[in-house]
């Protein structure tokens, strides 16, 4: 008997499910094969059948959750969902239920008609609802796109866009939000022509490349319900940075409208709602970890500059009633009430982390913990370099990061011997972007004392000394890199002024030193601080000092002017009762102990909560980084992108643009700028940005940019 040809294993167009099962959908239904024959198949159309071919291929186990919810293109949740709903009510449990109210709508025509009146009554939407007995929503979608009291929309544009569209109202996702059905309205693009503050939609790809909406939806995880979500919170405050208004007071400057199209939202969360929801996150206590995450992120995509670090602090001065721990303000150059702030750069000037420092922290000992939190982050086998100014001077710690594997590149502390001048020559170097340096430099190795315990040790190394020959002036580095060459270690040493353009930046345009929020801490009351009754007794004792010597001076004039007899005993016992005191005073100032317990000193001594003004520190951070990847990438379309990129990216982040939805693409038009030469600069930035293909945040459009008229 002739035998027929066997059925293949996965039969032509199917898609693989799991092992031996495959999956065939056309436009004549569907059908689940297993080892090549039909187990389940349906007519198009029919939900019921195609929902039971996957609750029951995961019901026999023929396959995987993962693997049938991504073949059926669902996720596992739906996939969960059906299973339960299968094993509660059968196969017709499976079948599609109708959404929202299941009796009939009040919303007739006579209906209708009684809102319109009572709205044009000057009646608000809940006055209206409670007249006429219907819910908020019902009355919402009675007067959508009739509502008397809402001025009609300005007419649409040659291409079909109306110029300053305002945003639809989000009444229904406000109601599931007060209700707690919600933990975020989703965003929703409005379409529009010359919509203002558009432009600023410039920064998501490089903000995407930050990692930060990622790392705080990793990090806050929360089913708190609310019409903004956490991700429209974040936003909210990068564009208002990017405009201009760093602290949470500039949602007052700006136009809760504009900035609301930006999130996909009716409106901007206001000031009051953005400081509860962040002071709700900061009670969280993850800031560590999101900044953790962040630079976890940056060392990933922007490995090329984490090979150096730059490790420096900054002081964030404090102007209210608290008694908190001083700090020397190098700007003002005196003691006051602040906060201190140990920051870790890259290479390029990027921020990569920060943490608040204990009080009193020098620059060695913030040293030790910058060290342990770049070795957790590069890994146990690199070997980095880290950075950093005078203030970290002291051989023996140099020693000991040494021995744990970090190379170090800091100015070498006075006292210094000159180098002479036949030891140094000419070098020219071209630096990352493209400026030519020419140094005088010379070069030798060194070896720095310093006293371990009882011991006297040395640290060998190597000193590159820069001649400025004008002046005559030498600037003396310290390195313990061997590889690099003398022009390149004095250029990475230079570009320390990196870090403090960072810091500059950061509190002239992204709010640095503000205070972000008013919760104070208790200080340690058992930290150790300088004990002023300590001074007061020294001071007695140089002003008893002072008498002694003013009198004995006194006294020796008149002897020698004849007036008094050096025998007198009232005055030498008046002398010696004066050295008695002085004296005494010698032994009470010894008693007196150098250091106590804050808590001795000032009870009610207070330190500001950290965790919000970190949240806000790392937002501010990712903006900075995002804009250095633009400027990068303005720099070749820009011959004065040096000097000017970043006031040409906040041109264009404040300029108007159109906003259009095409397909699965969301396209930004940007108005001309300033200049003919700068609009072109931007539209060439947009090639660059378009090559990205960046998706708007929570959806899955794509962006497109471009400049009108280039």
Request: charged residues 25%; aromatic residues 6%.
């Amino acid at each position: 008997m002739h035998k027929g040809r066997p059925l293949p294993l996965r039969p032509a167009g199917s898609v693989a499910v799991g092992d031996g099962v495959d999956l065939l959908e056309t436009e004549d239904g569907g059908v689940v094969f297993l080892f090549g024959m039909a187990a389940w198949c349906w007519e198009p159309g029919d939900v019921v059948g195609r929902r039971l071919a996957a609750v029951s291929l995961r019901a026999t186990e023929a396959a995987s959750a993962v693997e049938v919810a991504s073949a059926f293109g669902i996720d596992a949740d739906t996939l969960r969902r059906w299973n339960r709903a299968f094993e509660a009510g059968g196969t017709e449990a499976l079948a599609l239920q109708k959404k929202g109210p299941k009796g009939p709508s009040k919303l007739d025509d006579e209906k209708r008609a009684e809102i319109l009146l009572a709205r044009k009554a000057g009646k608000s939407m809940e006055e209206v609802a409670d007249v006429t007995g219907v819910s908020l929503n019902s009355v919402s979608r009675a007067l959508r796109g009739n509502d008397p009291q809402v001025p009609a929309p300005a007419a649409a544009t040659s291409g079909g866009l109306v110029p300053l569209a305002r945003p639809l109202p989000r009444v229904e996702e406000r109601q599931a939000a007060r209700a707690g059905i919600i933990s975020g309205a989703p965003p929703v693009v409005c379409p529009g022509a010359s919509l203002p503050l558009a432009g600023a939609l410039l920064v998501l790809p490089a903000l995407a490349a930050t990692g930060l909406l990622e790392a705080f939806a990793s990090v806050y995880r929360s089913t708190r319900a609310a019409f903004y979500s956490v991700r429209s919170l974040v936003l909210a405050v990068v564009f208002c940075a990017l405009v201009g208004e760093p602290r949470a007071e500039g949602l007052t400057r700006l136009d809760p409208v504009d900035l609301g199209r930006l999130l996909g939202l009716d409106r901007a969360p206001e000031v009051q709602t953005l400081r509860r929801r962040m002071e709700e996150l900061a009670e969280m206590g993850r800031s560590d970890q999101l900044l953790r995450t962040l630079a976890e992120t940056h060392l990933a995509s922007a490995a090329e500059a984490c090979g150096l670090f730059y490790v420096d602090g900054h002081v964030r001065a404090y102007h209210g009633t608290a008694r908190l721990p001083k700090a020397h303000l190098a700007r003002s150059r005196l003691a006051a009430p602040a906060e201190v702030d140990t920051w870790i750069t890259d290479a390029r000037g990027d921020g990569v982390l920060v943490w608040t420092a204990p009080p009193g922290a020098s620059l060695t000992g913030e040293l030790r913990t910058a060290t342990k939190e770049i070795r957790d982050l590069v890994g146990p086998e690199a070997r980095p370099t880290v950075v950093f100014d005078r203030g970290g001077w002291s051989p023996k710690l140099f020693a000991e990061l040494y021995a744990e594997g970090f190379d170090l590149l800091t100015y070498r502390k006075a006292p210094l011997r000159p180098e002479p001048r036949s030891a140094f020559s000419r070098h020219e170097f071209t630096d990352d972007l493209g400026r030519h340096h020419v140094y005088w430099l010379a070069d030798r190795r060194v070896r720095l004392a310093y006293k371990d315990g009882r011991h006297h040790r040395h640290f060998e190394c190597r000193q590159v000394t820069r001649l400025d020959p004008e002046t005559g002036h030498q600037t003396q580095i310290l390195t313990t890199r061997t590889d690099l060459s003398a022009d390149e270690v004095a250029f990475a040493m230079f570009s320390r002024w990196r870090q403090e353009n960072f810091f500059r930046y950061l509190r002239h345009n992204l709010g640095l030193d503000a205070l972000d929020s008013y919760a104070k801490e208790p200080d340690d009351l058992q930290r150790s601080v300088p004990n002023p009754a300590k001074s007061a007794a020294a001071r007695s004792v140089r002003e008893a000092r002072a008498s002694l010597s003013v009198a004995e001076a006194t006294e020796g004039r008149a002897v020698l002017s004849g007036l008094r007899n050096c025998q007198d005993k009232e005055i030498a016992d008046a002398f010696a009762a004066a050295n008695d005191e002085v004296s005494d005073r010698v032994q009470a100032a010894k008693a007196v102990p150098a250091r106590v317990p804050l808590g001795e000193l000032h009870p009610d001594a207070e330190r500001l909560a950290p965790e919000r003004k970190r949240i806000h520190d790392a937002i501010r951070m990712a903006v900075y980084n995002a804009e250095s990847a633009l400027a990068r990438l303005l720099a070749p379309h820009y011959r004065r992108a040096d000097d000017e990129a970043r006031k040409l990216l906040g041109e264009a982040f404040s300029s108007p643009a159109d906003l259009e939805v095409i397909g699965d693409e969301l396209h930004v038009r940007i108005n001309p700028l300033s200049a003919p030469r700068r609009s072109r600069a931007i539209a060439g930035l947009c090639n660059a940005l378009n090559a990205t293909e960046t998706r708007y945040p929570g959806t899955t459009l794509r962006l497109v940019y471009k400049v009108k008229d280039t």
